[in-house]
C-alpha cells in the first residue's frame, strides 16, 4: 500500500548552478538543511529545481545528495516525467531506487495523444514502482478533475494530484467534488500562490518554491490549528513577493536564487540558472529587494 499520509509544506528545491553551470552541492545540502530547519514536511525536486535541464548524472547526483542530506527526517518527491514512457519508467525505478519516497509525474504533451494513451502512460509508470505518485497538472500538460479521479482508480500508487492549471481555485473544487471514493488526495502548486483559498477547497497541503518555507510552514500552521483569518493575514503580508515570483520559469529560476542569497542560503557565485533563461535585469532586482526589506527577509534572516 503506497503512502498516503503526505500532507502540508512541500517545497520545490532551487538548483544552484555557478557560472559554468555545474552544480554545487554544498549549496544545495545547505538549501535542504536551511529548509528542514523551518519546519517543512517534505521536499521535491522538479520543475523549479531546473530537472528538464540535468543530464541522467546529474539527477542521479542531486536525488543522492538530496536524500541523504534529508536523512529520512522529511519526504522527498522527486520529478520523473518524460514525453515517452520507457524513459520516464526508467527515471521513476531509479528515483526509487535512491531513495524518493514519492514521485511526480505530468502526462506528455510533445506529441498530443488521446485520453487513452495518458491513462496508459500512467498506469505503466504506476506498475513499474512501490512508492505513491503526484499527478502533475499543469496547463502545457493538464490532468484534468476528471481524468485525474479516473487515473487515481487505475492504479493505488496514482493516489496524489498537484493542481497548478489555472485557474486553480475551481479547479481544486471541482476535483475534490469528484474524489469520490477514489481516495485521490489534493495539493496546490502554482507557487502557493492561493494557498488559503486551495485549502479551503479540499488540498492538504502545497509545492511552493523554497523561497519562504518559513511562511509557509506558519500559514499551515495556523490553518491547521483553526486561525483561518491570521493565517490569511500572515499570507497576504507576502503577496507582493509571491506575485513577482509567478514571472514563470525562466526569470523566476533567477528571483528564486537572489532570494536564496538575500537569505543566507546560497553564496551569489552559486546564483546562476542554466541557459536559456532569461536574467532579471538590475531594475527587476532592486524592486526584489525593497520587496524583501519590507518583510524583513534580507541579511541571512
Not at 42 to 64: F, M
Not at 98 to 114: E, K, Q, S, T
Not at 147 to 163: D, G, I, P, Q
Amino acid at each position: 500500500m503506497p503512502d498516503r499520509s503526505m500532507r502540508g509544506i512541500y517545497p520545490i528545491l532551487s538548483m544552484p548552478f555557478d557560472s559554468d553551470g555545474n552544480i554545487v552541492f554544498e549549496d544545495l545540502r545547505n538549501e535542504v538543511e536551511w529548509a528542514i530547519g523551518h519546519g517543512i514536511h517534505g521536499l521535491g525536486v522538479a520543475v523549479a529545481s531546473e530537472i528538464y535541464k540535468l543530464s541522467e548524472s546529474e539527477r542521479d547526483e542531486v536525488t543522492t545528495a538530496v536524500v541523504d542530506q534529508s536523512n529520512g527526517r522529511v519526504k522527498i518527491v522527486i520529478n520523473t516525467g518524460e514525453q515517452g514512457t520507457d524513459l520516464a519508467i526508467h527515471y521513476s525505478r531509479r528515483a526509487e531506487e535512491l531513495g524518493a519516497d514519492a514521485l511526480m509525474i505530468r502526462p506528455p504533451n510533445f506529441v498530443p495523444v488521446p485520453e487513452s494513451e495518458i491513462i496508459e502512460y500512467f498506469r505503466r509508470i504506476a506498475e513499474a514502482v512501490s512508492i505513491p505518485i503526484f499527478l502533475q497538472d499543469q496547463a502545457t500538460a493538464p490532468v484534468g478533475p476528471a481524468l485525474a479521479v479516473k487515473l487515481a482508480r487505475t492504479h493505488e500508487n496514482l493516489c496524489y494530484v498537484k493542481v497548478e492549471t489555472p485557474p486553480t481555485m475551481p479547479r481544486m473544487a471541482q476535483t475534490a467534488a469528484l474524489v469520490g471514493d477514489s481516495g485521490l488526495i489534493l495539493f496546490g502548486g502554482a507557487g502557493g500562490a492561493f494557498f488559503p483559498e486551495e485549502l479551503r477547497r479540499g488540498a492538504v497541503g502545497s509545492m511552493p518554491g523554497c523561497t519562504l518555507p518559513d511562511m509557509f510552514v506558519r500559514v499551515w500552521n495556523m490553518w491547521s490549528d483553526g486561525q483561518e483569518r491570521e493565517a490569511e493575514e500572515e499570507f497576504h503580508r507576502y503577496a507582493p513577493i509571491i506575485r513577482t515570483l509567478a514571472q514563470g520559469q525562466g526569470l523566476a529560476n533567477w528571483i528564486y536564487k537572489d532570494i536564496l542569497v538575500e537569505r543566507g542560503v546560497f553564496q551569489k557565485s552559486s546564483a546562476f540558472a542554466r541557459h536559456p533563461s532569461l536574467e532579471p535585469d538590475g531594475q527587476a532586482r532592486e524592486e526584489v529587494l525593497q520587496l524583501l526589506d519590507e518583510v524583513g527577509l534580507r541579511n541571512g534572516n
